[in-house]
């Protein structure tokens, strides 16, 4: 057994949710969506008991009726595990994962920015990568902001 | 202010220490640094917005843009990935071109490096030097690609040109030159006394600061983590080749000077292993224009630690994410801990020890439509001849020194 | 007094300074790119980086002490103008000369420093402010040996004053052996006061922009560099003539030659120096002029005094 098929099967076996939902794409690289109300757990799994020691990044995604947020955790260089939740549209709030990686502050505060997703947990803090005087409701990653349609950043500009 | 003696200095993100915009707030004590604050995202071009809005040949292109150095990093991670969705194989041949232009632009980016380094400790002839050397590498890299950075060597389904024998030949003989240079400089790094006092013992980062802010590459490695993606998930040719990751457990700049020297002679060895065990065969496969849909991570050790993209594909021409995570952006924030107790005079040289790359980080501008397609095409040497006379018409006459030069090489 | 007016302005003052310290920089700046494997600049660079200072615009921040900014490059050139008319440039001796020149000389050579620290203390700019203290605290380094290492050859020569120095050390050939050592602490305190390479803190480019002259621009910049070459000639100068007395008794158009082999000599070993070295930092720096510099120079006062006793005089 490999140990893709080992990791799967730990977690199938810890969370039951997660049965016939975890998906060895090829060598090191495992996709799977974990429901935002257990993320928590399977995370602080993941991270504590299964030695995922490194956060490549993480990726938010505007799909067209909700965003996606995609964690890329990394273990011993090899094997990427790549968590997946949902979050509505209306408020899309997440909480941080600052507690387990503080490197991970400039990913959140990207997603913050570029789409608009809440990150709590957050301590306050400065824009990035936007500038300090771009609209506060403007976020250029999501699916209907067009790139000069913006009038606000004309008038900043 | 609290404290009377306390000055709050900017860093940027216009000055002389930094090659990109970037703003650090620095509070001092004295010459001590007390506290310190980073401004990233003054290089945001919306890179991945823009994405969006392309094709996947065009998104190559675009990405290779997000970084001047590192750009066949880029390249090559995204189009990994999105031959990993689409499930094309590349070629033999194409994968070990791949890999040969990465190492060549390792060395070129870390001589880049070394010459900056000691330009902000105040060693100019350094930087003089290396540079005059990177020269030889750039030169193979012009000659190999047609250009001497934004390579538009990828293409999905493998790489756009070949290389000949002269080519070979060429490479072999740059390296042995840089090689004997290279072996020179660590000598200089190991003996000479103002360097030494200059870069070790400053900027400390510990081996679990490390792990716990997520620092990558050659930063991560001078601190005793082991962690390099081409060993560890190797991509391209890597798994055929025979190389050692170098680590070291300084944990300080001059750690990190120590291991990218140590990572030049590796690529060396590396280049000399890719030409000789170079398959024949096609570079490339073709690749249908529209991807089916999939997602995809792919990861790339780019000279400054490893790179990170996410493709996310929809079953049209035009990819429905992609996310890029530069090298500098993990390590930007180690920055911080390692200016800690730190003096101002050692601020430049700490944040350049972790070769930041701001427009890589920062990637994200509306691109100009431009117009690529130049009605007149003028040849390499008319270039090169017009820039002689005009600077002979100056007073300035290289031509002594060329004939030097090309005795020495 | 048409005869102090000449001395003053055109040899060896103000003119003659002027176009030496072109030259001087010009050397400094050439032998610096050759030995860095560079070309260089052009013979007329420095001029026409003056010329062009010269006609550029002038900016005076709204914050800064106005009268102090535009007073500080006339302070620095004069202070270093002066200071040259004790030197002995025109044949063995200088055209002003008393017993204890030589502390004039020494003092006269201070004022630039302090003239900077003014000027960038008084631009109100954070980067000027840090530059302009961090050359204060350097003159506490490098000042102490660099009186020290002169303290040694007058000694030697019994006297205070540089003209008897010259005409002591050419009386007795092959007494400036003694003072080798001196000799060496004097050139590195001379890169510290010339703040060049490796002591080029309190303008420390990659740190502090360009510290006490960061605000600095146009005619006032130019100066500002003009004071800094013309400082770079005399101090140059003042360690040919303790050192470096090889005038003889010839007459004095063949000595002036020799004088300006020597300045060039001291300024080819200062570029040298300065392609040799990473910058220090300023701890370092203080650190390396207390514990080696200032003893070494100690050793000089000694040797000397005892070899007094034993040389014929």
Same mark, same amino acid.
């Given at each position: 057994m490999t140990e893709e098929e080992k990791i799967k099967q730990e977690l199938e076996q810890k969370f039951g949710f997660l049965k016939d939902t975890i998906a060895i794409k090829r060598k090191g690289r495992m996709f799977f969506d974990v429901p935002s109300e257990k993320f928590d757990e399977v995370f602080a799994y993941a991270v504590k008991q299964m030695h995922f020691d490194a956060i490549c990044a993480i990726t938010g995604m505007d799909i067209v009726d909700r965003y996606a947020i995609m964690y890329h955790l990394n273990r011993q260089g090899s094997i990427v595990l790549n968590l997946r939740i949902y979050t509505g549209k209306d408020n899309p709030v997440i909480k941080t994962v600052t507690l387990f990686f503080p490197g991970a502050e400039m990913y959140e505060r990207e997603m913050m920015d570029l789409l608009g997703i809440k990150v709590e947990g957050l301590p306050e803090g400065g824009r990035y990568p936007l500038p300090d005087n771009w609209p506060k409701d403007e976020h250029p990653l999501r699916k209907d902001w067009k790139a000069g349609a913006s009038k606000k950043e004309n008038q900043n500009a | 202010m609290h404290d009377p003696g306390e000055v709050k200095i900017t860093i940027g993100p &216009?000055? @002389?220490?930094? $090659?990109?915009p970037e703003s650090f707030l620095l509070s001092l004590h004295g010459e001590k640094i007390t506290a310190s604050s980073v401004r990233l995202g003054y290089n945001h071009r919306g890179i991945e917005k823009a994405c969006e809005d392309r094709t996947y040949v065009q998104d190559l292109y675009l990405v290779e843009r997000v970084c001047g150095i590192c750009s066949h990093s880029h390249s090559t991670c995204f189009v990994q990935a999105v031959e990993e969705i689409a499930g094309i194989e590349i070629p033999a041949r194409a994968s070990y071109l791949r890999t040969l232009i990465s190492e060549l632009e390792r060395i070129h980016s870390h001589l880049l490096w070394l010459g900056v380094a000691g330009h902000e400790i105040g060693f100019d002839t350094l930087l003089m030097y290396t540079w005059r050397d990177r020269e030889a590498v750039m030169d193979v890299l012009a000659a190999i690609t047609g250009n001497r950075v934004n390579y538009g060597m990828n293409t999905i389904g493998g790489v756009r040109r070949d290389i000949t024998p002269q080519h070979k030949e060429m490479v072999l003989k740059a390296i042995d030159i840089l090689e004997e240079r290279t072996k020179y400089y660590i000598e200089l790094g190991l003996g000479e006394s103002t360097l030494l006092k200059r870069l070790s013992g400053v900027g400390k980062l510990t081996n679990e600061d490390v792990v716990r802010l997520g620092a990558v590459g050659p930063t991560a490695r001078a601190s005793g983590w082991g962690r390099d993606v081409r060993k560890d998930d190797p991509y391209a040719a890597y798994a055929h080749l025979d190389f050692k990751v170098i680590t070291n457990d300084q944990c300080d700049v001059y750690g990190r000077t120590l291991v990218r020297l140590g990572e030049l002679m590796e690529a060396y060895s590396m280049v000399r292993q890719i030409l000789q065990k170079m398959p024949d065969g096609p570079i490339a496969v073709k690749a249908p224009r529209k991807i089916p849909a999939g997602e995809a991570v792919s990861r790339y050790e780019a000279p400054r630690g490893e790179d990170f993209h996410y493709v996310r594909s929809n079953?049209?021409? $035009? @990819?429905?994410r992609v996310k890029v995570r530069a090298p500098t952006l993990a390590n930007v924030q180690a920055v911080s801990k390692m200016l800690e107790g730190g003096y101002l005079a050692d601020m430049s040289i700490v944040v350049a020890a972790i070769d930041p790359c701001f427009s890589c980080t920062d990637r994200l501008i509306s691109v100009c439509d431009e117009d690529? &397609? $130049? $009605?007149n095409t003028v040849s390499w040497e008319s270039i090169r001849l017009k820039g002689i006379d005009w600077y002979k018409n100056q007073g300035i006459d290289f031509t002594y020194l060329n004939k030097k030069l090309a005795r020495k090489f | 007094m048409a005869n102090a007016i000449f001395n003053i302005l055109v040899f060896p003052g103000f003119l003659f300074l002027f176009v030496f310290g072109f030259i001087a920089e010009y050397v400094d700046r050439k032998l610096y790119a050759r030995f860095q494997n560079r070309v260089g600049p052009p013979w007329f660079q420095p001029f026409a980086d003056f010329v062009k200072l010269i006609s550029k615009q002038k900016i005076v921040p709204d914050e800064a002490d106005v009268a102090v900014f535009k007073l500080v490059p006339i302070f620095a050139l004069t202070a270093s103008i002066t200071a040259v008319l004790y030197i002995p440039v025109w044949g063995n001796k200088a055209i002003y000369s008393f017993n204890g020149d030589i502390i004039v000389v020494l003092y006269l050579l201070t004022i630039p420093t302090f003239a900077y620290f003014l000027g960038g203390w008084y631009s109100r700019s954070v980067y000027s402010m840090i530059g302009a203290v961090r050359s204060l605290t350097q003159i506490f380094a490098y000042e102490v040996p660099l009186f020290l290492c002169m303290l040694g050859p007058a000694l030697l020569a019994d006297t205070w004053s540089l003209s008897g120095m010259v005409a002591f050390y050419n009386q007795h050939p =092959?007494?400036? +052996?003694?003072n080798l050592l001196g000799f060496a602490v004097a050139l590195i305190s001379l890169l510290g006061k010339l703040e060049k390479v490796p002591f080029d803190i309190p303008e420390a480019e990659t740190e502090i922009v360009a510290g006490a002259f960061t605000e600095y621009s146009g005619r006032y910049l130019a100066l500002l560099r003009m004071a800094l070459n013309v400082e770079l000639v005399v101090g140059a100068s003042l360690l040919a003539a303790v /050192? +470096?007395? /090889? =005038? /003889?008794? +010839?007459n004095p158009a063949a000595v002036f030659p020799l004088y300006i082999i020597q300045v060039f000599f001291i300024i080819a070993i200062v570029s040298f120096l300065r392609t040799l070295f990473a910058r220090l930092r300023l701890d370092q720096m203080i650190n390396f002029c207390w514990k080696y510099l200032a003893p070494l120079a100690f050793v000089q006062v000694v040797i000397n005094l005892i070899l007094k006793g034993i040389l014929p005089r």
């Open positions: - | &216009q000055h @002389p220490a930094l $090659k990109e079953g049209t021409d $035009k @990819p429905d690529t &397609q $130049k $009605k | =092959g007494y400036w +052996l003694c /050192f +470096l007395p /090889f =005038g /003889f008794n +010839l």
